[in-house]
């Protein structure tokens, strides 16, 4: 009925009830107008209250929601609604703003604004007991958690279980630690979550040791549940780290690959070009153009070409450079000397006996000798059809080489300008 209404009823039972206390006074009976008179009173107090709701009204709504927000939520939110705001002071607004703000967390409703659950903490931080005070700070949590402010929420989440440790009501410590769990698994710190599911567990068997409930015992066993679940999923957060990791450092291995692969192919178009400015070098000494002269003389010469012993050790050095000449005759036979270095290196140029036997100060016949004394006994290659000359031009090219003297560029370069 409304208020209104309820007026109506009682000013016109007032009216007769005035009406009856004329009669008894008419007919001068005292009891009957005492007991007229205390009805009247009664009926203008009805009256007045029910003409002026906001008292009253307001904190037995307030109540009774409160009272059933954990057991029929949505009866709470209909009393709730029919609540007029207007009609309340700052400390039932405070609990207003709070219930309504615990009637969303507890329907899984996301929080949009934070403005009621503002106005509750700034009343009961100011007002309120520790359950107040700490219920205020878990809400207005709840709520910026929901808004993505985490620095906020987790400050107010841990101000919240310290004034609720406070308070010694087992089963709400454990209700706001499970809510700051998920607020740690939300944003992946899972080691902040295992710790707040001990918490939230450890209140619980506080909780069973002060009432030995049932019902405590189950949720006991569900928080374990909970402690091993986080368990697990702190374990797959680490797995799949190491997973991340190792796909991380398969596509550097990859990348890697690549760029090594690219310097492999700079380094053979690099290698390329060296050999062949080696060669150019090697076809543009002078050394080697008098060994070629020596080769294409004939076999009686009138005039013998000279040949230093620096004339020697360029010749080597060269075909050491181009061809690894002296290190491989030297690993297959270490016994070679300087002489039959020599000799070798000539025939690499295909220079016949004849033409250099002069220059190693013997006679044809015992360079010959001595020639096939390196093929059989240093390189022991007797059974080898191929003579020596052709042995040693079939020793591969050396590749890239270690070493170039600084003078081979000068006089080429100043060849080339000559040119």
């Known amino acids: 009925m409304t208020p209104f209404f309820v007026w109506f009823i009682e000013v016109y039972v007032s009216y007769y009830f005035l009406y009856l206390q004329i009669q008894s006074f008419v007919y001068k009976d005292k009891s009957r107008v005492m007991n007229n008179l205390r009805i009247l009173l009664y009926v203008v107090v009805l009256s007045l209250a029910a003409c002026h709701p906001g008292g009253t009204n307001v904190k037995q709504g307030l109540d009774k929601a409160a009272q059933l927000m954990g057991q029929d939520p949505d009866t709470a939110s209909i009393i709730l609604e029919n609540i007029q705001i207007n009609q309340m002071n700052e400390a039932q607004l405070a609990e207003y703003n709070l219930l309504c703000t615990q009637l969303n967390e507890d329907k899984n409703i996301a929080h949009t604004s934070d403005k009621q659950i503002r106005q509750a903490v700034s009343y009961f931080d100011q007002h309120g007991n520790e359950l107040q005070k700490s219920k205020a700070y878990f809400y207005l949590a709840c709520v910026e958690s929901d808004l993505d402010q985490k620095k906020e929420a987790e400050t107010h989440f841990k101000e919240a279980i310290k004034l609720a440790a406070l308070t010694e009501k087992y089963d709400y410590v454990a209700k ?26 450890a209140s619980q068997l506080m909780l069973n040791d002060q009432t030995g409930d049932t019902k405590i015992i189950l949720s006991s066993a569900l928080g374990v549940f909970g402690v091993m679940s986080l368990l697990l999923g702190l374990l797959w957060k680490k797995n799949k780290f190491v997973y991340s990791q190792l796909t991380t450092f398969k596509d550097e291995m990859l990348r890697k690959e690549a760029e090594s692969d690219k310097l492999m192919l700079q380094c053979n178009y690099l290698e390329e070009k060296y050999q062949s400015l080696q060669q150019h070098i090697y076809e543009s000494s002078p050394v080697v153009s008098k060994v070629r002269q020596i080769k294409e003389r004939s076999v009686s010469p009138s005039k013998v070409v000279s040949f230093s012993e620096k004339d020697w050790s360029e010749l080597l050095r060269l075909q050491e450079g181009v061809y690894g000449l002296v290190s491989k005759l030297k690993e297959i036979s270490p016994k070679l000397t300087e002489e039959d270095l020599r000799v070798c290196a000539f025939l690499r140029e295909g220079v016949q006996p004849t033409c250099f036997a002069d220059l190693m100060k013997l006679t044809v016949e015992t360079l010959t000798r001595r020639i096939s004394r390196i093929k059989t006994e240093k390189l022991m290659l007797a059974n080898s059809k191929e003579s020596l000359e052709d042995i040693v031009k079939s020793l591969k090219e050396a590749g890239i080489v270690n070493y170039i003297m600084p003078y081979d560029f000068d006089w080429l370069l100043d060849k080339e300008c000559s040119d």
């Open 176 to 201: 706001v630690c499970r809510r700051c769990s998920l607020y740690y698994q939300k944003y992946g710190h899972f080691d902040e979550a295992l710790e707040m599911e001990r918490k939230a567990y």
